[in-house]
C-alpha cells in the first residue's frame, strides 16, 4: 500500500472538527513533507514521529513521504496528529494492515520513545467522535476525560506498540477507562464560618437561588471575599449536561478536570480584556468561559480598567464570547454569575465615614464612576456589607451552615423549573410579563420606586426578577408587597456616595 487513511480531530474553540490524514509514499530521494495548513507544532511532527517508529522496533520508510491533512482550509496546530500520522506511515509502507484503521480515530502527541502524552481537548474530540460512529483511541488521562461521554467507546493507550499490537491482533485489546472520575465529591467553602452579616448572607441566597448578578461593598475586612466564595456551595448540583459543558471547557484549557464541580475564578483586578474574555492569535477561553456554570468573582472592582470591565456586559447577557480572528472564528460558552466586592472611597471606607473626609465628593464620585452605568445596570443586587460591630465579632454564633441554605435554594430552584423551565435572572420579553405579573398595589409602589430612584428598563427588569426570586425563597406564588420591598432594599448603591439610601 503506498496510499494509508487515518482520522483525528483538531482544536477550534469548543468544537473538534475531523480531520482526514493521508500518507502516500512514493520514489524519489527520501524526503518528509506535511501539507494542509500545519502549523509549526504539526511540522514539528516529524522528528517526533520519526524517532518514536524507529524506537518502537519498526523500520522508517526509505522513501518521500507526503501526509496530507484535510481540510486544507482549516488550520492544525499541537501534537495530537502525532499517533495518526505514525500509524498512516506504517499502514503505508505496509507494516500494519491499513483496513485495521477503519472505524478509529487516534488522538495523541507522541515523545521520542514512542510513548503517548496527553493534550487538550480530548473531551469534544470524543463528542465529535461519537457522532461519526468511531473508536476513540488516546492517552489515559484523555481517555478518562473521553469516557464521561455516554455510549463513546475510549480506548486508552501508553504507547505506540500497545496501538499497533491491538491492530494486528484483534485479541489483544485495548483498556477501557474506568469512570471513577465521575464520583469524585466536591468540597466548597462552608458559610458557617461568616459571622453576622445578615443582609449580606441574605442577598447571597436570592443571588443562588436566582442566578443573579451581585455587588457588594464595604470597608476593608468586612468579609465581601468571604461570602464570595461561599456562593458555589450553596449552588444546586450541575445537572448531567451542565458538568459536561464544564468539563469540555477544562479540557479545552488544558486544565486539570473536577468533575460536578461549579468553576470559582477570581483573575486580578490588572487582568486585560482578552484575559477575562479569551482572545489570542489561536483563541483560547478567559476567565468569563473558565467560570462557565460557575462564578466569576472580580475583588477591588472599581480597580479594573473601565474599558475591561465594559467587555462583560455582551457575555453577561447572552451567555456566550464570540472571537473573531482574520484565520478562524471561535464561539465559547460564558454563562456565569457575577460576583463583585470594592471599596466605597478611594481610601476604602464609607463615604459619611470621618477617615473618608479628606476625599471631597467629586473625588468619591470620580472613583464610582470607573464602572459605567450600563455595566451596573447588569448586575441586579448591590449589597453594603459594613464593618462588625465587635460583639458580634467575638460572639460564639453558630451560623446557618452551606447545606442548610443550599436546601433552600434547590427548594425555589424546584420551583423556577416548574414554572417557567429556567431560573428568574434569565427571564425575558414575554416571559417577564407573564411570570412577574404584579398586582395594583405592588404596581403602585414599584411606579414610585422607579420615579425617586431613576431605574433604566433594564434596572426595572432586574427588580422584577429579584423579586420573583425573593418570593420563590419565601414560598409565595406571586410578587407581593414584601418581596418587592425585599428587591428594592437590595439596590443600595445611592450608599456608595453617602447620598443616603
Given at each position: 500500500?503506498?496510499?494509508?487513511?487515518?482520522?483525528?480531530?483538531?482544536?477550534?474553540?469548543?468544537?473538534?472538527p475531523?480531520?482526514?490524514?493521508?500518507?502516500?509514499?512514493?520514489?524519489?530521494?527520501?524526503?518528509?513533507?506535511?501539507?494542509?495548513?500545519?502549523?509549526?507544532?504539526?511540522?514539528?511532527?516529524?522528528?517526533?514521529?520519526?524517532?518514536?517508529?524507529?524506537?518502537?522496533?519498526?523500520?522508517?520508510?526509505?522513501?518521500?513521504?507526503?501526509?496530507?491533512?484535510?481540510?486544507?482550509?482549516?488550520?492544525?496546530?499541537?501534537?495530537?496528529?502525532?499517533?495518526?500520522?505514525?500509524?498512516?506511515i506504517?499502514?503505508?509502507?505496509?507494516?500494519?494492515?491499513?483496513?485495521?484503521?477503519?472505524?478509529?480515530?487516534?488522538?495523541?502527541?507522541?515523545?521520542?520513545?514512542?510513548?503517548?502524552?496527553?493534550?487538550?481537548?480530548?473531551?469534544?474530540?470524543?463528542?465529535?467522535?461519537?457522532?461519526?460512529?468511531?473508536?476513540?483511541?488516546?492517552?489515559?488521562?484523555?481517555?478518562?476525560?473521553?469516557?464521561?461521554?455516554?455510549?463513546?467507546?475510549?480506548?486508552?493507550?501508553?504507547?505506540?506498540?500497545?496501538?499497533?499490537?491491538?491492530?494486528?491482533?484483534?485479541?489483544?485489546?485495548?483498556?477501557?477507562?474506568?469512570?471513577?472520575l465521575?464520583a469524585?465529591?466536591?468540597?466548597?467553602?462552608?458559610?458557617?464560618?461568616?459571622?453576622g452579616?445578615?443582609?449580606?448572607?441574605?442577598?447571597?441566597?436570592?443571588?443562588?437561588?436566582?442566578?443573579?448578578?451581585?455587588?457588594?461593598?464595604?470597608?476593608?475586612?468586612?468579609?465581601?471575599?468571604?461570602?464570595?466564595?461561599?456562593l458555589?456551595?450553596?449552588?444546586?448540583?450541575l445537572?448531567?449536561?451542565?458538568?459536561?459543558?464544564?468539563?469540555?471547557?477544562?479540557?479545552?484549557a488544558?486544565?486539570?478536570?473536577?468533575w460536578?464541580?461549579?468553576?470559582?475564578?477570581?483573575?486580578?483586578?490588572?487582568?486585560?480584556?482578552?484575559?477575562?474574555?479569551?482572545?489570542?492569535?489561536?483563541?483560547?477561553?478567559g476567565?468569563?468561559?473558565?467560570?462557565?456554570?460557575?462564578?466569576?468573582?472580580?475583588?477591588?472592582?472599581?480597580?479594573?480598567?473601565?474599558?475591561?470591565?465594559?467587555?462583560?456586559?455582551?457575555?453577561?447577557?447572552?451567555?456566550?464570547?464570540?472571537?473573531?480572528?482574520?484565520?478562524?472564528?471561535?464561539?465559547?460558552?460564558?454563562?456565569?454569575?457575577?460576583?463583585?466586592?470594592?471599596?466605597?472611597?478611594?481610601?476604602?471606607?464609607?463615604?459619611?465615614?470621618p477617615?473618608?473626609?479628606?476625599?471631597?465628593?467629586?473625588q468619591?464620585?470620580?472613583?464610582?464612576?470607573?464602572?459605567?452605568?450600563?455595566f451596573?445596570?447588569r448586575?441586579?443586587?448591590?449589597?453594603?456589607?459594613?464593618?462588625?460591630?465587635?460583639?458580634?465579632?467575638?460572639?460564639?454564633?453558630?451560623?446557618?451552615?452551606?447545606?442548610?441554605?443550599?436546601?433552600?435554594?434547590?427548594?425555589?430552584?424546584?420551583?423556577?423549573?416548574?414554572?417557567?423551565?429556567?431560573?428568574?435572572?434569565?427571564?425575558?420579553?414575554?416571559?417577564?410579563?407573564?411570570?412577574?405579573?404584579?398586582g395594583?398595589?405592588?404596581?403602585?409602589l414599584?411606579e414610585?420606586?422607579?420615579?425617586?430612584?431613576?431605574?433604566?428598563?433594564?434596572?426595572?427588569?432586574?427588580?422584577?426578577?429579584?423579586?420573583?426570586?425573593?418570593?420563590?425563597?419565601?414560598?409565595?406564588?406571586?410578587?407581593?408587597?414584601?418581596?418587592?420591598?425585599?428587591?428594592?432594599?437590595?439596590?443600595?448603591?445611592?450608599?456608595?456616595?453617602?447620598?443616603?439610601?
Amino acid at each position: 500500500m503506498t496510499v494509508a487513511i487515518t482520522y483525528s480531530r483538531a482544536h477550534l474553540g469548543m468544537v473538534a472538527p475531523e480531520v482526514t490524514i493521508e500518507a502516500h509514499l512514493s520514489g524519489g530521494l527520501p524526503a518528509f513533507s506535511i501539507v494542509g495548513l500545519a502549523e509549526a507544532a504539526v511540522r514539528e511532527a516529524k522528528d517526533r514521529v520519526r524517532s518514536a517508529i524507529l524506537n518502537s522496533q519498526f523500520d522508517f520508510p526509505n522513501a518521500r513521504i507526503t501526509v496530507n491533512m484535510a481540510p486544507a482550509d482549516l488550520p492544525k496546530q499541537g501534537g495530537q496528529f502525532d499517533l495518526a500520522i505514525a500509524l498512516g506511515i506504517l499502514a503505508a509502507s505496509e507494516q500494519i494492515d491499513g483496513k485495521a484503521l477503519d472505524g478509529y480515530e487516534w488522538l495523541g502527541e507522541l515523545s521520542l520513545g514512542g510513548y503517548l502524552r496527553r493534550g487538550p481537548g480530548a473531551l469534544p474530540a470524543a463528542l465529535a467522535c461519537q457522532r461519526a460512529g468511531r473508536v476513540l483511541v488516546c492517552n489515559p488521562e484523555n481517555a478518562q476525560e473521553a469516557s464521561l461521554v455516554e455510549n463513546q467507546v475510549v480506548f486508552a493507550a501508553d504507547h505506540l506498540l500497545q496501538v499497533t499490537r491491538m491492530l494486528r491482533d484483534p485479541s489483544a485489546a485495548l483498556p477501557r477507562p474506568d469512570r471513577l472520575l465521575a464520583a469524585a465529591p466536591s468540597h466548597y467553602p462552608d458559610l458557617v464560618d461568616v459571622k453576622g452579616q445578615h443582609a449580606a448572607r441574605r442577598a447571597l441566597e436570592i443571588a443562588a437561588a436566582g442566578r443573579h448578578n451581585l455587588l457588594y461593598f464595604g470597608p476593608p475586612g468586612t468579609g465581601k471575599t468571604l461570602l464570595a466564595s461561599r456562593l458555589p456551595g450553596i449552588l444546586p448540583p450541575l445537572t448531567d449536561a451542565e458538568a459536561l459543558e464544564v468539563a469540555a471547557v477544562q479540557s479545552v484549557a488544558g486544565q486539570a478536570m473536577q468533575w460536578r464541580k461549579r468553576p470559582y475564578r477570581a483573575p486580578h483586578h490588572s487582568a486585560s480584556a482578552a484575559a477575562l474574555i479569551g482572545g489570542g492569535s489561536v483563541p483560547r477561553p478567559g476567565e468569563v468561559t473558565l467560570a462557565h456554570r460557575g462564578v466569576l468573582f472580580l475583588d477591588e472592582l472599581a480597580e479594573f480598567p473601565r474599558a475591561v470591565l465594559d467587555v462583560l456586559r455582551e457575555p453577561m447577557e447572552s451567555h456566550s464570547v464570540n472571537i473573531a480572528r482574520a484565520a478562524r472564528h471561535c464561539q465559547f460558552p460564558a454563562n456565569f454569575q457575577l460576583v463583585a466586592a470594592m471599596n466605597p472611597t478611594p481610601g476604602g471606607y464609607a463615604a459619611n465615614d470621618p477617615r473618608s473626609a479628606r476625599y471631597s465628593r467629586e473625588q468619591i464620585q470620580k472613583y464610582i464612576a470607573r464602572l459605567s452605568g450600563p455595566f451596573l445596570d447588569r448586575i441586579d443586587l448591590h449589597i453594603e456589607v459594613p464593618t462588625l460591630a465587635k460583639e458580634v465579632l467575638l460572639a460564639h454564633q453558630h451560623p446557618e451552615s452551606s447545606a442548610t441554605v443550599r436546601a433552600r435554594v434547590g427548594q425555589a430552584w424546584d420551583r423556577q423549573m416548574a414554572r417557567q423551565g429556567c431560573a428568574n435572572g434569565e427571564l425575558a420579553g414575554q416571559e417577564l410579563d407573564r411570570f412577574c405579573a404584579l398586582g395594583q398595589a405592588e404596581q403602585q409602589l414599584l411606579e414610585k420606586a422607579i420615579d425617586r430612584l431613576g431605574l433604566s428598563a433594564r434596572a426595572y427588569h432586574r427588580l422584577l426578577r429579584v423579586a420573583r426570586t425573593v418570593a420563590d425563597l419565601n414560598g409565595q406564588p406571586s410578587i407581593d408587597r414584601q418581596a418587592l420591598i425585599e428587591a428594592l432594599n437590595c439596590r443600595q448603591l445611592e450608599k456608595l456616595t453617602g447620598a443616603g439610601g
